[in-house]
C-alpha cells in the first residue's frame, strides 16, 4: 500500500527559498527593514503572506508600503524562480513512483499558468495525476486552506484515506487537515524545523525521508 503524495511545489519541490529570501530583503529595505538572514526568514515566515510582513513591520503595512513590497519582491523574484533547480532527488523520487503506477498530485499557491510550463522545462508534468495552481489572484489574507479542498474533491478515484501532504510550510499541514488529509512537513524550504514541529506533523529533513514516511503513515493500522 503507498501514499497518494499531494506535493507542494515552492520550497518542497522546487529549491527557491534562497531567491524567496533575497527577494524579500530587497523588497523590506524598500520600506526601512534590514535584510534577514536565511535562518531568521524561517522563523518568522508564514502563509497567509500578509501575516509575515505584519510580524516583520510590527503592524500592517500601510498601502503604499504594501505595493512597494508586492513591486521589489515581484521584479526579483518572478524571473529568479524559473531558474530554480529541483530539489536534489526530487525528479528521481517523482518519476520512480510514476513508473510504479502510483498516483502523486501537485497543488501550489504559484499561478497555473506560470506552474505548468515551469514543470514542463523539469520534464516532469506527467508525473501528476491532477496540478492545481492558482487561478485568481492571490488573497494575501488567506491561505492554501480552501484550494486543497477542492483539490482532493477533484480526485474522485483516490481513497481519502491514502492521500497524505509533503511540503515545507506549516500553511500545508494547516491545509492538509482542512482537508482532511494527513501531511509530512520538510525541512528543506521556507520554515524553520521548530516552526513546523508546533503543527504536530512529522517533520524531516529530507524528500526520500517524507515520502517513505508517507507510505509508512497509510499502511499503519
Known amino acids: 500500500m503507498h501514499a497518494h503524495i499531494v ?6 519541490l522546487l529549491d527557491d527559498v534562497h531567491v524567496a529570501l533575497s527577494s524579500t530583503n530587497a523588497a523590506i529595505v524598500k520600506v526601512g527593514l534590514p535584510p534577514m538572514t536565511l535562518e531568521r526568514y ?3 515566515y508564514r502563509v497567509p503572506v500578509w501575516d509575515f510582513y505584519e510580524e516583520l513591520l510590527g503592524r500592517a503595512p500601510t498601502d503604499e508600503e504594501w505595493a512597494t513590497i508586492g513591486k521589489e519582491f515581484g521584479r526579483l523574484y518572478r524571473p529568479g524562480v524559473r531558474a530554480c533547480e529541483l530539489a536534489a532527488g526530487s525528479a528521481h523520487l517523482l518519476t520512480t513512483r510514476r513508473n510504479s503506477g502510483i498516483t502523486q498530485s501537485l497543488c501550489s499557491l504559484m499561478p497555473q499558468v506560470e506552474l505548468l510550463p515551469m514543470l514542463r522545462a523539469r520534464g516532469i508534468e506527467d508525473c501528476f495525476q491532477r496540478v492545481d495552481g492558482r487561478t485568481g489572484s492571490l488573497d494575501v489574507k488567506a491561505g492554501k486552506a480552501e484550494q486543497m479542498a477542492r483539490h482532493l474533491s477533484a480526485l474522485e478515484d483516490i ?7 509533503i511540503g515545507d510550510a506549516v500553511d500545508d499541514a494547516v491545509a492538509a487537515a482542512h482537508a482532511g488529509a494527513r501531511s509530512v512537513l520538510y525541512t528543506g524550504g521556507a520554515h524553520s524545523r521548530a516552526s513546523l514541529e508546533k503543527t504536530g506533523a512529522p517533520v524531516v ?3 526520500t525521508e517524507a515520502v517513505a514516511l508517507a507510505d509508512a503513515l497509510v499502511r499503519r493500522p
Do not use: C, H, I
Open 7 to 12: 506535493w507542494d511545489w515552492n520550497g518542497t
Open 42 to 44: 524561517r522563523e518568522l
Open 159 to 165: 481513497d481519502p484515506a491514502l492521500v497524505v501532504v
Open 205 to 207: 529533513g529530507s524528500l
